[in-house]
């Protein structure tokens, strides 16, 4: 110890006598390490955290992927959904298995008694939730099986640790307070203990709820008890010793019975459905991080900008590894002193090694100041880009931990292969020398070429993905939305969370939209129930007239409930027939609008005006059909990406009831105004709240907004990425100038004989850019067949752009190259100005 502490007393010496050097390593180091200790906070957070409960190893999601016939509602999990009925079931014939089955639900809801209405999240949750989570109250109580009794009949909730702390500033009082959510009486019975969140990741629901209150949290919703509504989700534990696969077999039989006892429900037709129905299996996924909601969309984006800053990391090491070798040239005489006054080669080493631990940890100090603030940014982004709550901006113990274990991987990458190198020499020649500034050997020469052709060729890998992105993004800016999303404000109210009937709705947007149309400067008003750019949708089955769908055809139709005049305030083509119009009401016949794409696959080479449409096929067929009364141009829905499908539209008057495929229960309005969009949004307010105060209104932006903010984890990517380019190569740069003016002063004495015999400066230029050149080159070739083998994958990032397209790959060459050149063309430069007399005095 004594010994490590003379290295580290030693290496802080030698450091303080070469500030500049000190700083430009540890600035170096700091952008690297900070740089990755960021994305790896956030990485942690998402990826690889488990949720805050007892055992999360032993949490499972039930899935089970195959024919969802009736209603299903799922958050992005396939096969995630289950009847309340058949969560009971599995709960009561599992036991063997499972320590425990609990069921939830995620919902939003109006709160008041508060002193002011908010919509905030809830969970619906089963009796046991918290039992089998292991989650204890922080006050109060939490639920138990005797608040999950009957439909309607536990009107109690719990509040969440943040919940109660923001809004109740931790009143212990809080307790048998009344809350009035979505109007209806709730008491408070406990607080849920801090630091959980729920069982999703950015979820944090506010709220938890009895799953039984179903019909008051989620008006105009199915009956609890309606077999054919799949709406819950499902989580178990498993029972300590019980493997997945293991679980997964024992469960089989007595899910595949219940799926049987089923059948009745539904007319399948072809006959094979219902064999694939019965044969759908009952899979358990690991949930110890959560439900994977937002950890798929995700997972690709932070995968590839952690490879992305562990690239600049390596970048940065090379390039302090280029400089360690070049400052080890200038202690060749000291080190063969050490050597021959009898210290160990290996003592050396350590010693050289020591140096680079106290830069290491020196640029930890400055990155973690820097990871401090960047993590805010990244999670402040990620709240507005896409609503993802709960993440914490600031530095744990395992992101010191990490900070610290990388800082121990630099210093092996930059200072181990300087520290072996400059302690492997001939001491007879070195005590020889009688400069400071010695000739280097060949083989360091040749060691900093290998770590410049290293810091090229890593540089272009970044150049290249940063390029693919770029025109990536470009490509989804400039894509056809099919929709004028200019000069349009879009917002959302809910007025079923104030219970009002589909009826009373209906009637709130026919007056709704005809005084917003009667503000100075509005052109015309709609709405939709499903909003568009919002990765929302809502899908069925369908049977066209006139067209046999094959047995396994996707027949599968996405579709939106609408106002009149919904086409042309988005700016939507009509193609053929008409608009919906106030005659659609609930009294006239059915109709709907489909867009192109639908009608050339059903009706290909025939007008579908006048055709019919039915949900479902075969016998499960709903009678009455649509009448098809317009055709609409394609235009995206979901996202910018977002592949165009078959849709349908149909009128909100004839969707005011609980037996509709969309029943009204909330709406996005869209104005399409003749002056700023924003500047209405106070006239908005005012108007809305005359109707019905009560009536939150969210989601209030422009319509060109939602849809950058559907782009929003493309541009924050593609932003990094382009940050993280221009940083490797600033450093590719540096480093290549470093070594190119370290070979000027080597070869000087060359220079001026070359100039006494005769050459001129242009000869001496082209000559010390050629061999800057030739080093680039190596590495910039090694680079693209790097990039070319990697680009694959941040393919599923792209759009519109080939994962190796030439255009890029040149781009990023010809950038790095110019780049090279410009690092390359001062110390160039510098050598045309070599005296002949002075360098051949040169030592």
Not at 383 to 403: E, M, N, P, S, W
């Amino acid at each position: 110890m004594a010994s490590f502490a003379q290295d580290i007393r030693y290496a802080l010496r030698m450091l303080w006598k070469s500030p500049g050097f000190t700083a430009v390593a540890i600035l170096t180091l700091a952008l690297g390490i900070g740089a990755n200790t960021a994305v790896f906070s956030l990485t942690d957070q998402v990826l690889l955290r488990d949720l805050p409960i007892s055992h999360p190893e032993q949490l499972v999601e039930l899935v089970s992927p195959g024919p969802e016939p009736g209603s299903t509602w799922s958050d992005g999990i396939r096969g995630s959904s289950f009847s309340y009925p058949e969560y009971e079931d599995l709960r009561g014939t599992l036991t063997n298995t499972f320590s425990g089955l609990l069921a939830t639900y995620p919902a939003t809801v109006d709160v008041s008694g508060m002193g002011v209405s908010e919509r905030v999240q809830a969970e619906l949750v089963s009796g046991n939730y918290f039992g089998v989570l292991g989650v204890t109250p922080a006050l109060g109580r939490v639920f138990s099986g005797y608040d999950e009794t009957a439909p309607g009949a536990n009107p109690v909730v719990v509040l969440s640790f943040g919940f109660w702390q923001q809004h109740f500033g931790r009143d212990p009082n809080v307790l048998k307070k009344t809350l009035q959510v979505n109007g209806t009486s709730l008491e408070v019975v406990g607080v849920a203990r801090k630091g959980y969140e729920g069982i999703e990741v950015g979820g944090t629901p506010d709220l938890f709820v009895p799953i039984t209150m179903k019909t008051q949290m989620v008006p105009i919703s199915r009956d609890l008890m309606d077999r054919k509504d799949h709406w819950v989700q499902i989580l178990a534990r498993l029972k300590p010793g019980v493997s997945v696969r293991r679980a997964e077999a024992v469960i089989a039989p007595a899910y595949h019975a219940l799926l049987k006892s089923e059948l009745s429900l539904y007319g399948f037709f072809p006959a094979d459905d219902d064999k694939k129905f019965v044969a759908k299996p009952l899979l358990l996924i690991r949930a110890s991080q959560g439900r994977p909601i937002i950890q798929g969309p995700l997972e690709q984006p932070l995968l590839t900008l952690t490879i992305m800053v562990g690239l600049v990391l390596l970048i940065a090491c090379t390039n302090l590894a280029s400089l360690l070798a070049a400052r080890a040239e200038t202690r060749q005489r000291e080190i063969a002193l050490r050597l021959a006054l009898g210290a160990s080669r290996w003592r050396l080493v350590r010693q050289l090694l020591t140096e680079g631990l106290v830069l290491s940890f020196a640029g930890c100090a400055c990155g973690l100041l820097l990871a401090s603030w960047a993590p805010g940014l990244l999670i402040g982004a990620l709240k507005t880009g896409v609503q993802i709550l709960g993440l914490q901006a600031h530095l744990d113990y395992r992101v010191l931990c990490f900070a610290i274990g990388i800082s121990a991987l630099a210093t092996i990458l930059f200072a181990l292969a300087p520290a072996l190198h400059s302690t492997r020499m001939n001491l007879q020649s070195s005590l020889k020398e009688q400069g400071a500034s010695v000739a280097g050997s060949i083989a360091s020469v040749r060691l900093r070429q290998l770590l410049i052709v290293s810091q090229v060729a890593l540089t272009a890998v970044l150049l290249t993905a940063s390029g693919l992105l770029v025109k990536s993004l470009m490509n989804l800016d400039s894509t056809k939305l099919g929709m004028n999303v200019g000069h349009v404000l879009q917002f959302s109210i809910s007025p079923s969370l104030n219970q009002y009937t589909p009826q009373r709705t209906a009637e709130l947007f026919d007056r709704l939209r005809a005084a917003i149309g009667q503000l100075p400067g509005v052109r015309s008003v709609a709405l939709g129930m499903i909003p568009v750019f919002q990765n929302s949708d809502c899908n069925a089955d369908i049977t066209a007239q006139g067209y046999a769908a094959g047995p396994d055809e996707n027949t599968n139709c996405q579709m939106n409930v609408v106002s009149p005049g919904y086409f042309s305030a988005m700016g939507i083509p009509l193609l053929s027939g008409r608009e919906f119009t106030d005659a659609d009401s609930a009294t006239g016949p059915r109709v709907t609008i489909i867009n192109e794409t639908l009608a050339h696959k059903y009706f290909a080479g025939r007008s579908p005006i006048g055709s019919q449409v039915w949900f479902g096929k075969g016998k499960g067929m709903e009678q009455p059909g649509f009448e098809i009364v317009g055709v609409v141009q394609d235009s995206k829905h979901d996202d910018v990406r977002h592949k165009i499908s078959p849709f349908m539209y149909f009128p909100y008057a004839q969707n005011a009831s609980t037996k509709t495929v969309i029943p009204l229960r909330s709406g996005t309005f869209y104005v399409r105004t003749q002056r700023a969009p924003s500047t209405l949004t106070e006239e908005v307010r005012n108007t809305i709240g005359s109707f019905d105060p009560r009536l939150p209104i969210y989601d209030v932006r422009t319509l060109n907004e939602q849809v950058k903010q559907s782009m929003f984890s493309d541009r924050m990517l593609t932003f990094l990425s382009v940050a993280l380019g221009a940083l490797a190569a600033l450093l590719a740069g540096v480093g290549l100038y470093g070594v190119m003016a370290y070979i000027v002063v080597r070869r000087t004495r060359e220079i001026g004989i070359r100039m006494a015999l005769g050459a001129q400066s242009p000869d001496v230029l082209r000559m010390v850019l050629a061999q800057g050149g030739k080093l680039a080159a190596i590495g910039l070739v090694a680079g693209i067949v790097l990039a070319a083998g990697t680009s694959r994958y941040i393919a599923s990032q792209l759009f519109g752009v080939s994962a190796n397209d030439p255009f890029i790959f040149i781009a990023a060459s010809a950038l790095l190259m110019g780049i090279a050149l410009a690092a390359c063309f001062l110390p160039a430069r510098r050598a045309t100005l070599v005296d002949p007399m002075a360098a051949l005095r040169h030592e």
